[in-house]
């Protein structure tokens, strides 16, 4: 059928069997929960449609659509950044207050977004960029310690394996290191809950497999990890429960082992009833 063929455009044949996490057990407990999240845009076009899901101590929700179907919305409301018309977020027991970035900070929530070079400020050093998020601890009556941000810095490089040195800018860092340096930042602070978009895009194999070993390590210490990926690999690889996005709906939700490609691909394209 025609839905077939676009399916099978959007994400490939099904030659390579992508092997799965299947590493670790998923905790009972819920740490994080979204209940019933809507958000229309400057026209008044819902774009995010009552969606709801939650994610569980050392589990890590894949959510898998074709780029521009609410994913970057979903996003900035669940970063901080928009305040949606309805619905709540809570972690670990505690409702989050959207459009509160600093709050986010306060609770230790890791944020990986889509966009590295956004992430990032290019003329400040690799050492000044590790520790944006969270500079006031460097900080003593006022003073900012450099010797302490470098020594920080270096054991980040080291551990994350960046190729650069601490005084380096962040503009001279191929796309790889950037993304290991935003890494480096957001998990060095051992994070509860984890929102990363587009973890691998435009980076090269061996940089995608660190990012990936990275997210299952987290995984494995008990964080909650939210996955939004436009590369179906990735989401079916490294997720224990894929929920499918459509035009700002979720249209199924499944255990990872239990998603087919042909299946994500026919609900991806708007195809209900095939789950």
Excluded: W
Excluded at 239 to 248: C, F, H, Q
Excluded at 250 to 256: G, T, V
């Amino acid at each position: 059928t025609d839905a077939r063929a676009l399916a099978n455009l959007m994400v490939g044949r099904d030659t390579i069997a992508v092997s799965r996490n299947t590493e670790h057990e998923v905790d009972e407990q819920v740490l994080f929960a979204v209940k019933g999240l809507s958000l229309s845009n400057k026209r008044g076009i819902k774009v995010l449609k009552n969606l709801s899901f939650n994610i569980h101590g050392s589990e890590i929700v894949g959510i898998a659509g074709v780029a521009g179907n609410g994913q970057t919305e979903l996003l900035e409301v669940l970063n901080g950044l928009k305040r949606p018309n309805t619905g709540e977020a809570i972690l670990d027991n505690q409702k989050l207050s959207f459009a509160d970035s600093q709050l986010y900070n306060s609770l230790k929530i890791g944020r990986i977004p889509e966009d590295r070079h956004k992430a990032t400020i290019a003329d400040l050093t690799v050492a000044e960029n590790l520790v944006l998020e969270h500079i006031e601890d460097f900080s003593k009556a006022g003073h900012l310690s450099n010797k302490a941000i470098k020594q920080y810095a270096q054991k980040l490089i080291k551990d994350f394996q960046i190729k650069a040195k601490a005084n380096d800018k962040a503009r001279t860092l191929s796309g790889g290191n950037l993304q290991k340096l935003i890494l480096a930042r957001t998990l060095a602070r051992e994070p509860r809950l984890i929102i990363v978009a587009q973890p691998t895009r435009g980076v090269d194999v061996g940089a995608s497999e660190y990012v990936h070993q990275k997210l299952l390590e987290q995984k494995r210490n008990g964080a909650a990890i939210l996955l939004i990926s436009d590369d179906l690999d990735e989401v079916m690889r490294l997720s224990d429960r894929i929920l499918v996005i459509y035009e700002g709906e979720f249209m199924a939700e499944f255990k990872a082992e239990d998603a087919s490609r042909e299946v994500l691909g026919l609900l991806m394209a708007g195809q209900k009833d095939v789950a």
